[in-house]
């Protein structure tokens, strides 16, 4: 009896090792896609600028258009960030448990409100907060006057392809041109200054 037991218990054992392995080679994948990105350089052929102060900048051939973004807001509305074509957007990734974007969201909502008659418009994405009201509070303290997309599992940061100006880290801040392609992107909380130098060039742009 017990010889015949001993192959069915060999072949359970190869069964649960290769699902292990399967499992493993999963988990793996999904930590690339999470990481994507590599350094701030990207790959070689990406043309973006390290520039200083972890603000990454574009020249204006070398962009690549925005990917397709849209979702629901924190307070229910749907919003695509297709509609901002024409319009120089500023869109920042940030979580209520964060704080350096607590340390950076008084700097973006003084530039927010400074800059809508010049062209600007922002929108966040809240990301990694499970649910809603923490994110809402944290709005309400900072009087966020722009839009927040609800991303709790952070799939919107996975659209961005990676080797791209991708918002790899909590916080980051992109900027996207009038034509719909991204000029620079941050992966340090902004104050006020360095926000104002990197938007400025692409207000001017024609």
Not at 85 to 112: D, F, Q, T, Y
Not at 181 to 205: H, N, W, Y
């Amino acid at each position: 009896m017990s010889a015949c037991r001993a192959p069915r218990r060999r072949t359970t054992r190869r069964r649960t090792a290769l699902l292990t392995a399967v499992g493993a080679a999963a988990a793996g994948l999904a930590l690339a896609a999470c990481g994507a990105g590599g350094t701030s350089g990207g790959s070689a052929d990406t043309k973006f600028v390290p520039g200083t102060g972890g603000i990454d900048t574009v020249k204006k051939a070398d962009r690549r258009p925005l990917p397709g973004v849209s979702g629901t807001t924190l307070d229910g509305k749907e919003l695509d960030l297709a509609d901002y074509r024409g319009k120089v957007l500023v869109i920042n990734v940030w979580g209520s448990w964060c704080s350096p974007c607590r340390l950076e969201m008084p700097h973006l909502v003084k530039v927010a409100k400074a800059t809508k008659a010049e062209g600007v418009e922002f929108v966040g994405i809240n990301t990694r907060d499970p649910n809603k009201p923490p994110a809402e509070k944290f709005e309400k303290e900072f009087d966020v006057p722009y839009p927040s997309l609800f991303d709790p599992m952070g799939k919107l940061m996975l659209r961005f392809p990676a080797g791209s100006l991708n918002p790899k880290a909590i916080p980051s801040t992109l900027i996207v041109d009038r034509d719909g392609k991204i000029a620079a992107r941050a992966l340090t909380p902004l104050g006020e200054e360095d926000l104002r130098k990197t938007l400025d060039p692409l207000i001017a742009e024609k």
